[in-house]
């Protein structure tokens, strides 16, 4: 599986952006899909994901009302609606999929340590100016 992102890019304080994660197959695999970012100087941390097979979401404590996480799966694409945005979201944003059991709940604190992602994408720049 290949994850590419695109829809980063440079925004005001305030302004929105929407970013998109295209899978290359997922040959009908359950998943959870989402975003990591990593800002300068600073650790990975999981920001959102969605489960390929309900659409259940999860979401960084931060980013909760102003993020928005959303699957296509016709086009086996993962979008990040991020509305009112903050110098503090500045980083690369990354993609990662993980495999799930089908009979397990996504383990949303395992998902976002990143510890255990079976893909990730190569990651795009959203950088947020005060």
């Known amino acids: 599986v290949q994850l590419v992102e695109s829809g980063g890019g440079l925004v005001q304080a305030g302004g929105s952006l929407r970013l998109s994660c295209s899978a290359s197959?997922?040959?009908?695999?359950?998943?959870?899909i989402g975003w990591f970012r990593q800002a300068p100087g600073k650790g990975r941390e999981g920001v959102s994901c969605?489960?390929?097979?309900?659409?259940?979401?999860y979401y960084l404590d931060s980013v909760k009302g102003r993020f928005t996480i959303s699957s296509d799966n016709s086009k086996n694409t993962v979008y990040l609606q991020m509305n009112d945005l903050k110098p503090e979201d500045t980083a690369v944003y990354y993609c990662?999929?993980?495999?799930?059991?089908?009979?397990?709940?996504?383990?949303?604190?395992?998902?976002?340590?990143?510890?255990?992602?079976?893909?990730w994408g190569k990651g795009t720049p959203v950088t947020v100016s005060s």
């Open positions: 990662a999929a993980q495999q799930q059991n089908r009979v397990l709940p996504v383990n949303w604190d395992f998902f976002r340590s990143g510890y255990a992602i079976d893909y």
């Open positions: 197959e997922l040959s009908g695999r359950d998943y959870a």
């Open positions: 969605i489960r390929t097979s309900n659409s259940n979401t």
